[in-house]
């Protein structure tokens, strides 16, 4: 499995740690208390952050992708057969 990362911002806010593709109004708001355009103002733009994709990969170890759910069986099945079967005695 391989990671994608596009761009990764920080906030520039002191001791935040928050990171995403962009630090929302929503986040400013409800983690500092301030508009966006006052906390770049104060504290400088988000700055573009760097990965490793070995350690990224590394975290992902273990980890299955999630798998399709089978709510059928194959129309060719044996059971799909009895099934089709027993509806035509039915009627």
Known sequence: MTVIICS???CPYP????TGEVITVNHC?????MERKELF??????Q?????????N?????HTPIQRLNIGYPS????AKDRRSARSKGR
């Not at 001791?15 to 928050?18: D, S």
């Open 41 to 46: 103002r104060k504290y400088g733009k988000p």
């Open 48 to 56: 573009s952050i760097g990965y490793d994709p070995q350690a990224a």
């Open 8 to 10: 990764t911002v920080r």
């Open 15 to 18: 001791t935040c740690g928050h």
């Open 58 to 62: 590394k975290n992902l170890e273990g």
């Open 29 to 33: 708001r409800t983690a500092h208390n």
């Open 76 to 79: 060719d099945s044996n059971n």
